[in-house]
């Protein structure tokens, strides 16, 4: 495979393309919660593959997931970039014909500072909106002859408690941390409902979940009271693994439905 290429998934994985294979994007930090659903969902049998704007990043990661005895390879996936996406799906469709089970989970948080949406930077916005809401839906529909071809596929989206600022009926005040972020969040919950309907006569459930404050970013310094990756991790893979006539469209925290 050249240099070039925007996979790295070794030959000898390629023999596993029968079993269950697991997608999950902004796979390119340990500490990123994204690790920690591939790792999880690598333990119940799955072929993970990690994405990520950074192959080298993602294969490394994927590269400690082999070490570990499980099996796991990397695409390089740039959710701004169609190019890559639709590189990325046909790379799936034809090493596996099946996709099981794909998580968006990479975010993109650009004014974490800014606690007004009078204050906002529309380059901000744009930028929160293509990775948060506009990327996942693109990889869905480039995605979906793949998830059509798993016995019962399950997309999950990651959400955030975030979106509740922007939820209508609530008064949380005049201020409002991360606005671009926390309306893209909001916006990508609305996606899941859409897409849950638009996908009710197959086998496919599509949900969001809000994974809770998670312990994921200490440069930008997390609470103490913030979960664990591996913790945070757990309800993503009940929502990856639902069984058939469960939920979808709905958005979920601690496994109990957000309404």
Known sequence: MSPSSPSSIP????????????????????????????????????????????????????????????????????????????????????????????????????????????????????????????????????????????????????????ALQVAPGLDLGASMRAPAYSMAKYMLNALTAVLGRALDDTAILVNAVDPGETATHTERGDDENDRPADESAHDIVWAATLPAGGPTGKVFRDRKLVA
């Open 11 to 162: 030959n000898d994985l390629r023999a596993s393309q029968k079993g269950k294979v697991a997608l999950i994007t902004g796979t390119s930090r340990e500490a990123g919660l994204g690790f920690a659903v591939a790792r999880e969902l690598a333990r119940l049998g799955f072929h993970v593959l990690l994405t990520a704007r950074n192959l080298p990043r993602a294969e490394n990661l994927a590269g400690q997931l082999r070490r570990d005895g499980y099996v796991a390879s990397a695409l390089r996936l740039d959710l701004t970039d169609q190019i890559t996406v639709k590189e990325a799906a046909i790379t799936v469709i034809n090493t596996f014909g099946h996709l099981d089970v794909l998580v968006n989970n990479a975010a993109d948080m650009p004014d974490f500072q800014t606690l007004s949406a009078l204050d906002v930077d529309l380059e901000a916005v744009r930028s929160a909106m293509e990775i948060d809401v506009i990327g996942p839906w693109g990889l869905v529909c480039a995605l979906l002859p793949a998830l059509k071809a798993a016995p019962a596929a399950r997309v999950v989206n990651v959400s955030s408690l975030s």
